[in-house]
Protein backbone atom coordinates (compact mmCIF):
# COMPACT_ATOMS: atom_id res chain seq x y z
CA UNK A 1 0.00 0.00 0.00
CA UNK A 2 1.75 3.01 -1.20
CA UNK A 3 -0.83 5.85 0.20
CA UNK A 4 0.53 7.92 2.71
CA UNK A 5 -2.18 8.60 4.62
CA UNK A 6 -3.66 5.28 5.13
CA UNK A 7 0.23 4.42 6.20
CA UNK A 8 -0.10 7.21 8.82
CA UNK A 9 -3.53 5.65 9.54
CA UNK A 10 -2.67 2.45 9.97
CA UNK A 11 0.41 3.42 12.08
CA UNK A 12 -2.41 5.19 14.64
CA UNK A 13 -4.30 2.14 14.93
CA UNK A 14 -1.23 -0.22 15.25
CA UNK A 15 0.02 2.14 18.88
CA UNK A 16 -3.91 2.67 20.11
CA UNK A 17 -3.90 -1.16 19.86
CA UNK A 18 -0.82 -1.38 21.70
CA UNK A 19 -1.98 0.55 23.98
CA UNK A 20 0.03 3.96 23.40
CA UNK A 21 -1.00 6.97 22.75
CA UNK A 22 0.16 8.51 19.31
CA UNK A 23 -0.28 11.84 18.28
CA UNK A 24 -2.60 12.33 15.96
CA UNK A 25 -1.38 16.08 15.42
CA UNK A 26 1.99 14.92 14.59
CA UNK A 27 0.46 12.03 12.59
CA UNK A 28 -1.70 14.41 10.05
CA UNK A 29 0.99 16.74 9.24
CA UNK A 30 3.29 14.30 8.81
CA UNK A 31 0.97 13.34 6.06
CA UNK A 32 2.16 16.28 4.50
CA UNK A 33 -0.48 17.25 1.16
CA UNK A 34 -2.66 14.31 2.58
CA UNK A 35 -3.19 15.67 5.86
CA UNK A 36 -6.54 16.69 5.22
CA UNK A 37 -7.69 12.92 4.24
CA UNK A 38 -5.68 11.31 7.07
CA UNK A 39 -7.29 13.99 9.52
CA UNK A 40 -10.96 13.25 8.60
CA UNK A 41 -9.84 9.31 9.17
CA UNK A 42 -8.76 10.29 12.34
CA UNK A 43 -11.60 11.92 13.10
CA UNK A 44 -13.93 9.79 12.04
CA UNK A 45 -12.05 6.96 13.84
CA UNK A 46 -11.64 8.87 17.12
CA UNK A 47 -14.88 9.77 16.96
CA UNK A 48 -16.52 5.91 17.08
CA UNK A 49 -13.89 4.72 18.84
CA UNK A 50 -13.19 7.34 22.14
CA UNK A 51 -9.93 6.32 23.63
CA UNK A 52 -9.66 4.67 26.91
CA UNK A 53 -8.29 6.92 29.85
CA UNK A 54 -6.24 6.25 33.04
CA UNK A 55 -6.46 8.14 36.23
CA UNK A 56 -3.18 9.56 35.70
CA UNK A 57 -4.15 11.05 32.35
CA UNK A 58 -7.59 12.87 34.36
CA UNK A 59 -5.27 13.92 37.22
CA UNK A 60 -3.13 15.76 34.71
CA UNK A 61 -5.85 17.31 32.83
CA UNK A 62 -7.91 18.31 34.99
CA UNK A 63 -5.59 20.36 36.46
CA UNK A 64 -5.00 22.58 33.15
CA UNK A 65 -6.63 26.16 34.28
CA UNK A 66 -8.81 26.05 31.00
CA UNK A 67 -10.95 23.73 32.81
CA UNK A 68 -10.99 25.63 35.35
CA UNK A 69 -14.63 27.36 36.42
CA UNK A 70 -15.30 30.62 34.59
CA UNK A 71 -14.36 33.43 36.80
CA UNK A 72 -14.06 37.20 37.01
CA UNK A 73 -10.71 38.75 36.67
CA UNK A 74 -11.24 40.38 40.00
CA UNK A 75 -11.00 36.67 41.48
CA UNK A 76 -9.12 35.00 38.72
CA UNK A 77 -5.80 37.05 38.48
CA UNK A 78 -5.19 36.79 42.70
CA UNK A 79 -6.28 32.79 42.34
CA UNK A 80 -3.37 32.23 39.80
CA UNK A 81 -0.85 34.37 41.45
CA UNK A 82 -1.45 32.59 44.44
CA UNK A 83 -1.18 29.16 42.45
CA UNK A 84 2.03 30.30 40.72
CA UNK A 85 3.51 32.25 44.23
CA UNK A 86 3.99 35.19 42.58
CA UNK A 87 3.28 38.72 44.74
CA UNK A 88 1.60 41.42 43.08
CA UNK A 89 5.34 43.67 43.24
CA UNK A 90 6.58 40.54 40.81
CA UNK A 91 3.69 40.51 38.58
CA UNK A 92 3.91 43.91 38.42
CA UNK A 93 7.78 44.23 37.83
CA UNK A 94 7.75 41.10 35.16
CA UNK A 95 4.88 43.22 33.58
CA UNK A 96 7.16 46.17 33.13
CA UNK A 97 9.41 44.00 31.59
CA UNK A 98 6.84 42.38 29.14
CA UNK A 99 5.54 45.33 28.16
CA UNK A 100 8.51 47.22 27.79
CA UNK A 101 7.71 50.15 30.32
CA UNK A 102 10.77 49.56 32.61
CA UNK A 103 10.48 52.40 35.49
CA UNK A 104 6.50 52.36 34.80
CA UNK A 105 5.95 49.67 37.97
CA UNK A 106 4.07 52.21 40.55
CA UNK A 107 1.59 53.10 37.41
CA UNK A 108 1.70 49.21 36.44
CA UNK A 109 1.07 48.51 40.09
CA UNK A 110 -1.90 50.69 40.59
CA UNK A 111 -3.65 49.15 37.21
CA UNK A 112 -2.87 45.73 38.73
CA UNK A 113 -4.92 46.77 41.69
CA UNK A 114 -7.67 48.39 40.24
CA UNK A 115 -7.94 44.93 37.82
CA UNK A 116 -7.98 42.88 40.74
CA UNK A 117 -10.12 44.87 42.64
CA UNK A 118 -13.00 45.25 39.90
CA UNK A 119 -12.30 49.10 39.38
CA UNK A 120 -11.69 49.08 35.73
CA UNK A 121 -13.00 46.73 33.52
CA UNK A 122 -10.83 44.21 32.20
CA UNK A 123 -12.72 44.80 28.59
CA UNK A 124 -10.14 47.75 28.08
CA UNK A 125 -7.07 45.91 28.19
CA UNK A 126 -5.13 45.99 25.46
CA UNK A 127 -4.32 42.46 23.81
CA UNK A 128 -0.53 42.84 24.71
CA UNK A 129 -1.23 43.19 28.65
CA UNK A 130 -3.68 40.10 28.29
CA UNK A 131 -0.67 38.42 26.53
CA UNK A 132 2.07 39.61 28.99
CA UNK A 133 -0.38 38.47 32.36
CA UNK A 134 -0.79 35.23 30.72
CA UNK A 135 2.74 34.59 30.25
CA UNK A 136 3.81 35.75 34.04
CA UNK A 137 1.33 33.57 35.33
CA UNK A 138 1.53 30.35 32.84
CA UNK A 139 -1.91 30.22 31.66
CA UNK A 140 -3.03 30.11 28.19
CA UNK A 141 -4.14 33.41 26.32
CA UNK A 142 -7.51 32.32 25.91
CA UNK A 143 -8.16 31.65 29.73
CA UNK A 144 -7.79 35.34 30.02
CA UNK A 145 -9.63 36.66 26.96
CA UNK A 146 -12.68 34.32 27.75
CA UNK A 147 -12.72 35.74 31.44
CA UNK A 148 -12.73 39.13 30.53
CA UNK A 149 -15.82 39.35 29.62
CA UNK A 150 -17.20 38.01 32.65
CA UNK A 151 -19.11 40.61 34.73
CA UNK A 152 -18.77 41.98 37.98
CA UNK A 153 -20.28 43.77 40.48
CA UNK A 154 -18.06 46.93 41.27
CA UNK A 155 -17.23 47.54 44.51
CA UNK A 156 -18.51 51.15 46.20
CA UNK A 157 -16.07 53.68 45.08
CA UNK A 158 -16.53 56.64 47.46
CA UNK A 159 -13.93 55.32 50.29
CA UNK A 160 -11.71 54.54 47.50
CA UNK A 161 -12.18 57.85 46.03
CA UNK A 162 -12.00 59.40 49.42
CA UNK A 163 -8.29 57.84 50.20
CA UNK A 164 -7.17 59.44 46.08
CA UNK A 165 -8.00 62.64 46.95
CA UNK A 166 -7.03 62.47 50.81
CA UNK A 167 -4.00 61.60 49.34
CA UNK A 168 -3.37 64.58 47.54
CA UNK A 169 -4.83 67.08 49.60
CA UNK A 170 -1.91 66.16 52.22
CA UNK A 171 0.61 69.16 51.25
CA UNK A 172 3.92 66.40 52.13
CA UNK A 173 2.23 63.55 50.06
CA UNK A 174 1.91 66.23 47.11
CA UNK A 175 5.59 67.30 47.45
CA UNK A 176 6.51 63.58 47.48
CA UNK A 177 4.65 63.00 44.54
CA UNK A 178 6.07 65.66 42.54
CA UNK A 179 9.20 63.66 42.90
CA UNK A 180 7.77 60.91 41.15
CA UNK A 181 7.88 60.12 37.57
CA UNK A 182 5.55 61.55 35.36
CA UNK A 183 2.74 58.90 34.13
CA UNK A 184 3.81 57.25 30.99
CA UNK A 185 0.73 57.55 28.76
CA UNK A 186 1.65 54.49 26.71
CA UNK A 187 0.92 52.66 29.94
CA UNK A 188 -2.64 54.33 30.11
CA UNK A 189 -2.99 53.00 26.70
CA UNK A 190 -2.38 49.53 27.22
CA UNK A 191 -4.62 49.22 30.75
CA UNK A 192 -7.73 51.19 29.04
CA UNK A 193 -7.23 52.16 25.34
CA UNK A 194 -9.06 48.94 24.43
CA UNK A 195 -12.37 47.70 23.53
CA UNK A 196 -14.33 50.02 25.95
CA UNK A 197 -11.74 52.75 26.30
CA UNK B 1 -1.80 11.12 41.31
CA UNK B 2 1.88 10.32 39.44
CA UNK B 3 5.06 12.13 40.69
CA UNK B 4 7.28 14.25 38.16
CA UNK B 5 10.49 14.56 38.93
CA UNK B 6 13.07 17.95 38.46
CA UNK B 7 14.13 17.93 34.43
CA UNK B 8 11.08 16.55 33.27
CA UNK B 9 9.78 18.61 30.31
CA UNK B 10 6.04 18.65 32.17
CA UNK B 11 4.66 21.04 29.94
CA UNK B 12 2.93 24.43 30.55
CA UNK B 13 1.45 24.06 33.85
CA UNK B 14 1.64 24.45 37.91
CA UNK B 15 3.04 22.15 39.78
CA UNK B 16 3.37 21.54 43.26
CA UNK B 17 6.64 20.68 45.37
CA UNK B 18 5.75 17.12 47.11
CA UNK B 19 7.85 18.07 50.38
CA UNK B 20 7.10 21.71 51.03
CA UNK B 21 3.87 22.55 48.60
CA UNK B 22 6.07 25.13 46.90
CA UNK B 23 4.81 25.78 43.02
CA UNK B 24 6.65 26.30 40.22
CA UNK B 25 4.75 27.39 36.65
CA UNK B 26 6.52 25.89 33.35
CA UNK B 27 6.40 27.12 29.87
CA UNK B 28 5.80 24.22 27.42
CA UNK B 29 9.84 24.41 26.85
CA UNK B 30 10.91 24.37 30.79
CA UNK B 31 11.77 21.37 32.15
CA UNK B 32 11.10 21.26 36.43
CA UNK B 33 13.59 22.73 38.25
CA UNK B 34 15.12 21.73 41.82
CA UNK B 35 12.05 23.18 44.46
CA UNK B 36 13.47 26.74 44.93
CA UNK B 37 11.41 26.38 48.33
CA UNK B 38 13.27 23.16 49.20
CA UNK B 39 15.43 21.51 47.09
CA UNK B 40 13.61 18.90 46.49
CA UNK B 41 12.96 17.26 43.10
CA UNK B 42 9.47 15.27 43.16
CA UNK B 43 6.38 17.57 42.31
CA UNK B 44 2.53 16.95 41.28
CA UNK B 45 0.79 18.67 38.68
CA UNK B 46 -0.87 21.66 40.91
CA UNK B 47 -4.85 22.88 40.44
CA UNK B 48 -6.65 26.21 40.81
CA UNK B 49 -9.29 24.26 42.86
CA UNK B 50 -6.55 22.68 45.11
CA UNK B 51 -9.20 21.43 48.13
CA UNK B 52 -12.42 22.50 46.70
CA UNK B 53 -14.25 18.78 45.98
CA UNK B 54 -16.90 20.00 43.94
CA UNK B 55 -14.95 22.31 41.57
CA UNK B 56 -12.69 18.79 41.39
CA UNK B 57 -14.94 17.13 40.28
CA UNK B 58 -16.31 19.16 37.34
CA UNK B 59 -13.25 19.43 36.48
CA UNK B 60 -12.25 15.73 36.50
CA UNK B 61 -16.25 15.47 34.55
CA UNK B 62 -15.01 18.04 31.89
CA UNK B 63 -11.06 16.32 31.52
CA UNK B 64 -12.59 12.50 30.76
CA UNK B 65 -14.75 13.97 27.45
CA UNK B 66 -11.20 15.93 26.64
CA UNK B 67 -9.47 13.49 26.99
CA UNK B 68 -11.83 10.36 25.57
CA UNK B 69 -12.08 12.72 22.18
CA UNK B 70 -8.80 14.51 22.46
CA UNK B 71 -7.36 12.59 18.81
CA UNK B 72 -10.49 14.27 17.33
CA UNK B 73 -9.78 17.55 17.96
CA UNK B 74 -6.26 17.37 17.54
CA UNK B 75 -6.55 15.91 14.09
CA UNK B 76 -8.99 18.33 12.82
CA UNK B 77 -6.84 21.42 14.10
CA UNK B 78 -3.86 19.81 12.78
CA UNK B 79 -5.63 19.44 9.46
CA UNK B 80 -5.25 23.23 9.07
CA UNK B 81 -3.04 24.65 11.64
CA UNK B 82 1.01 24.28 11.80
CA UNK B 83 2.68 22.39 14.70
CA UNK B 84 3.80 25.29 16.78
CA UNK B 85 0.38 26.49 17.19
CA UNK B 86 -1.46 23.42 18.10
CA UNK B 87 -1.38 23.44 21.50
CA UNK B 88 -2.50 26.91 22.02
CA UNK B 89 -5.75 26.22 19.24
CA UNK B 90 -6.40 22.91 21.26
CA UNK B 91 -6.43 24.47 24.39
CA UNK B 92 -8.85 27.14 23.27
CA UNK B 93 -11.32 23.99 22.24
CA UNK B 94 -10.71 22.87 25.66
CA UNK B 95 -11.69 26.07 27.32
CA UNK B 96 -14.40 26.79 25.38
CA UNK B 97 -16.03 22.96 25.56
CA UNK B 98 -15.34 23.60 29.24
CA UNK B 99 -17.06 27.33 29.73
CA UNK B 100 -20.15 24.86 27.65
CA UNK B 101 -20.40 22.46 30.09
CA UNK B 102 -20.07 24.50 33.32
CA UNK B 103 -23.18 26.89 31.71
CA UNK B 104 -25.28 24.17 33.15
CA UNK B 105 -27.02 23.27 29.22
CA UNK B 106 -27.35 19.49 29.17
CA UNK B 107 -24.62 18.72 25.93
CA UNK B 108 -26.37 15.41 24.70
CA UNK B 109 -23.66 14.85 21.64
CA UNK B 110 -20.00 15.84 22.87
CA UNK B 111 -18.44 14.69 20.34
CA UNK B 112 -20.50 17.13 17.47
CA UNK B 113 -19.60 19.94 19.53
CA UNK B 114 -16.05 19.13 19.93
CA UNK B 115 -15.79 19.10 16.58
CA UNK B 116 -17.53 21.92 15.85
CA UNK B 117 -15.83 23.95 18.20
CA UNK B 118 -12.25 22.38 16.56
CA UNK B 119 -13.47 23.84 13.49
CA UNK B 120 -14.23 27.09 15.22
CA UNK B 121 -11.26 27.52 16.74
CA UNK B 122 -8.71 26.73 13.99
CA UNK B 123 -11.02 29.53 11.63
CA UNK B 124 -10.25 31.56 14.57
CA UNK B 125 -6.44 31.10 14.30
CA UNK B 126 -6.26 32.07 10.92
CA UNK B 127 -8.68 34.84 10.85
CA UNK B 128 -6.08 36.07 14.04
CA UNK B 129 -9.03 36.72 15.98
CA UNK B 130 -8.66 36.27 19.71
CA UNK B 131 -10.28 32.95 19.85
CA UNK B 132 -12.70 32.96 23.07
CA UNK B 133 -13.51 36.29 23.47
CA UNK B 134 -16.07 36.91 21.33
CA UNK B 135 -17.60 33.39 21.77
CA UNK B 136 -18.12 32.66 25.06
CA UNK B 137 -21.64 34.19 24.61
CA UNK B 138 -21.95 32.74 21.75
CA UNK B 139 -21.83 29.58 23.53
CA UNK B 140 -24.06 30.53 26.28
CA UNK B 141 -26.87 31.72 23.72
CA UNK B 142 -30.04 29.07 23.50
CA UNK B 143 -30.23 29.33 19.84
CA UNK B 144 -26.28 28.59 19.11
CA UNK B 145 -26.81 25.23 21.59
CA UNK B 146 -29.90 24.16 19.48
CA UNK B 147 -27.73 24.52 16.14
CA UNK B 148 -24.79 22.92 18.13
CA UNK B 149 -26.67 19.67 19.28
CA UNK B 150 -27.69 19.26 15.79
CA UNK B 151 -24.41 18.16 15.02
CA UNK B 152 -24.11 14.47 15.19
CA UNK B 153 -20.88 12.46 14.17
CA UNK B 154 -22.48 10.58 11.73
CA UNK B 155 -23.54 13.39 10.22
CA UNK B 156 -19.70 14.50 10.49
CA UNK B 157 -18.35 11.25 8.65
CA UNK B 158 -21.16 11.28 5.92
CA UNK B 159 -20.04 14.57 5.03
CA UNK B 160 -16.79 12.93 4.63
CA UNK B 161 -17.63 10.39 2.80
CA UNK B 162 -19.54 11.50 0.59
CA UNK B 163 -17.37 11.77 -2.31
CA UNK B 164 -17.68 8.25 -2.50
CA UNK B 165 -19.75 5.48 -4.15
CA UNK B 166 -21.71 2.60 -1.86
CA UNK B 167 -19.33 0.49 -2.54
CA UNK B 168 -16.35 2.04 -1.92
CA UNK B 169 -18.11 3.83 1.07
CA UNK B 170 -18.72 0.59 2.53
CA UNK B 171 -15.23 -0.54 2.43
CA UNK B 172 -13.72 2.52 4.21
CA UNK B 173 -16.46 2.48 6.88
CA UNK B 174 -15.20 -0.89 7.29
CA UNK B 175 -11.89 -0.79 6.92
CA UNK B 176 -11.41 2.39 8.54
CA UNK B 177 -14.27 3.41 10.66
CA UNK B 178 -14.34 -0.27 12.10
CA UNK B 179 -10.34 -0.52 11.99
CA UNK B 180 -11.07 -3.99 10.43
CA UNK B 181 -7.99 -5.55 8.58
CA UNK B 182 -8.10 -6.01 4.19
CA UNK B 183 -8.68 -9.28 4.71
CA UNK B 184 -11.40 -9.43 7.11
CA UNK B 185 -13.15 -7.07 4.49
CA UNK B 186 -12.59 -9.05 1.27
CA UNK B 187 -14.25 -11.98 3.10
CA UNK B 188 -17.15 -10.01 4.17
CA UNK B 189 -17.77 -8.76 0.78
CA UNK B 190 -16.25 -12.02 -1.15
CA UNK B 191 -13.55 -10.50 -2.78
CA UNK B 192 -9.68 -10.35 -2.12
CA UNK B 193 -7.71 -8.18 0.15
CA UNK B 194 -5.78 -6.94 -3.09
CA UNK B 195 -9.23 -5.47 -3.60
CA UNK B 196 -9.82 -4.26 -1.20
CA UNK B 197 -6.63 -2.26 -1.24
CA UNK B 198 -7.37 -0.86 -4.49
CA UNK B 199 -10.76 0.34 -3.71
CA UNK B 200 -9.54 2.31 -0.56
CA UNK B 201 -6.93 3.60 -2.67
CA UNK B 202 -9.05 4.77 -5.04
CA UNK B 203 -11.31 6.42 -2.29
CA UNK B 204 -8.46 8.37 -0.45
CA UNK B 205 -7.85 9.80 -3.90
CA UNK B 206 -11.14 10.48 -4.58
CA UNK B 207 -11.67 11.96 -0.73
CA UNK B 208 -8.61 14.13 -1.33
CA UNK B 209 -9.77 15.38 -4.64
CA UNK B 210 -13.20 16.49 -3.15
CA UNK B 211 -10.83 18.36 0.19
CA UNK B 212 -11.55 22.09 -0.52
Known sequence: MSDRALELFEQYLDQRASGQQPDAAALVHEAGDQADVLAGMIAAYAATHPADVTEDQLDLIAARPELELPRPWPELLPALRERTHTTRATLVSRLCEALGVPGSERQVGDYVHELEAGLISPARVRPAVVSALAAVLGVPRSLLESSRGLAVEPPPSSGLNFARSARYADDALMSLGALEPDADPRVDDLFTGGDDG | ?212
Open chain 2, 1 to 212: MESLTTGTLAGTGSFRCEECGYVVTLAAADSLPDCPGCGGSRFAQASLSDGDPGRETARRCVGLVVLRHRDLVRSVIAAKVPPGAIDDVESDVWLRFSRKAYSGDEITNPVGLLLRMAMFCRADFHANRPAAEPTLGDWDDASDDAALDDIVVTAAVADLLAPLGDRQRDVVWQRIIEGRSSAEVAAMMNTTAGNIDVIVHRALSRMREAQP
